[in-house]
């Protein structure tokens, strides 16, 4: 079986998380967690990160910090994994969906603007399977309003937009380490951001609200969203290995472009001039003169031994979110999409094979 996806990991990991053992410090005190925050922070190009529990937690934590509550809209694309919206949910906030763009399949800016209300408080853009969104647009949008940009980057770790690496774009940004992300702790998640304020805003808030100057005092209500110590272990031991992975997961890519590329209906990933794309899953679009569909070509490739997923629904038409909007872009990418096996240690022979499959019903 070829799986969808595995965790690239080695005997560092292994070594980091011994010795934290034998250090006794297993919780979320020891020196992995500050090292992973200020390397990580580095790498998205900020000062301050805050590592947390996973990145539902991360997001969650972000809008907490930026002061989202009840009252409150947040504008997120429909076209995301779900706990994008279910973080705004919790904060008491409605969660208001935008179309997607059919060329970068994120957030689309123009049916944002027309979502915005005076009680729009943040708009959380998501880079979707590792293809930044169109960052300029949204931020001008974020400055003219006077709303935060909150992104959620749980798929595209070192992904770039005009040069500058998403997370550390907008005013906060928020990863997810499962075990399937382009890095890893396991469970576990970060906040980065460049503002200060927010920052120790969602260090408090992140250890149940406590003082940082009075023990077991608590201004306010708070999370315990920490990372533990043995976690951060692991994420010190993939930070030596992001650049390799992003490297591996771009070959990887290259190497389906160039075998798919002139296959009738199937259209490859985005990656628009201004972006570096890290294909965090790499994934195509089935559509017509494709002669099955694209539930037809997963099952092809099941019976091969190939595993791949479908696109996620879009957020605003399942139950506990359904509008009964058309947001037709969105909808018509979350069918016709696919993502295909993306290890970073996918084998050549390995995409040969998956690709084999495929042409069989090039149109
Ligand atoms: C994975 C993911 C999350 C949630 O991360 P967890 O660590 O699983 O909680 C949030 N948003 C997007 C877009 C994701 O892909």
Redesign the pocket.
Known sequence: MIPVYEPYLGEKELRNVVEAVESGWISSLGKYVNQFEEEFATFCGVKYGIATS???TA?HLALASIGVGGGDEVIVPSL??V??ANAVHYTGARVVFADSEPYTWNIDPVDVKKKITKRTKAIIV?HLYGHPANMETLLDLGKEYGIYIVE?A??AHGAEYKGRRVGGIGDIGCF?F?GN?VITTG?G?MVVTDNEEIAEKAKLLRDHGMSPTKRYWFPEIGFNYRITNLQAAVGVAQMEKIEKIIELKREIAAEYNSLLKDVDGVKLPPEKEWARNVYWMYSILVRPPYRISRDELMKELAAEGIDSRPFFYPVHTMPPYFTGENLSIAESLSSSGINLPSSPRLKREDIKRIVGVIRRYGG
Request: proline share 0%; charged share 25%; no cysteine.
């Open positions: 996973n990145g539902t997001i995301t994994f706990a994008t998501v959620d749980a798929e997810s499962y992300k469970e998640g």
